[in-house]
């Protein structure tokens, strides 16, 4: 575990790398803002080629995430931000507690995500039928009931305090 650290203007440089079944799916670099023990949170540019619509968000370049990982928990939340600063909503991914180690935060995706929008009118459960067909249920049903429970809490938080009140995000400026 790492020491914790405060945002600095000269904010630490770390890999971020979200790892799915057992290879790297995705590493991009971010910037660490804070680092209390339990929660690591970066600040990143939109990693993907291009923009990604998805339906219910479009993700492009100029979009920043603020991403906060747990050590403790089975979830990421990503603040996205569009170019101007506002807030999209919240993207987040169902993962086994984040490592990091010498400059890299490692996550595993486990295939369930939660969308919830700005205004928080829009909240999705997402990709159960993945997580369904993935081998992880019969694998490691442990895990899997820890996956669920994990989206199960982030619906129940969305629906009810919101995610930034109820995990004590705080909405640092996107840029």
């Known amino acids: 575990m790492s020491a914790p650290s405060a945002e600095t203007a000269d904010a630490e440089a770390v890999e971020v790398v979200l790892r799915k079944a057992g290879r790297t799916k995705i590493r991009y670099p971010a910037r660490l803002l804070a680092d209390d023990g339990t929660r690591v949170t970066v600040r990143a540019p939109w990693a993907g080629a291009g923009a990604r619509d998805f339906g219910f968000v479009r993700f492009e370049p100029g979009d920043v995430f603020v991403e906060h990982f747990w050590r403790d928990r089975w979830y990421a939340v990503k603040e996205v931000y569009a170019p101007d600063g ?7 991914d169902v ?4 490592t990091l180690a010498d400059g890299v935060l490692t996550v595993e995706d486990l295939d369930l995500d939660l969308w919830c929008s700005a205004d928080r ?3 999705l459960r997402l ?7 993935s ?3 019969t694998a490691d049903p442990a895990a899997a009931a820890a996956a669920r429970r994990a989206l199960d809490d982030l619906e129940h ?3 009810t305090a919101g ?5 004590g995000l705080t909405r640092p400026a996107a840029r």
């Not at 506002?86 to 987040?92: A, I, Q, T």
């Not at 993962?95 to 984040?98: E, G, V």
């Open 86 to 92: 506002s807030l999209k909503g919240w993207y987040c």
């Open 95 to 98: 993962t086994r507690p984040a």
């Open 121 to 123: 009118t829009t909240i």
């Open 127 to 133: 990709d159960e039928d993945e997580f369904a067909a």
């Open 135 to 137: 081998a992880l249920p």
């Open 157 to 159: 938080l969305a629906r």
């Open 163 to 167: 995610l930034d009140r109820a995990l």
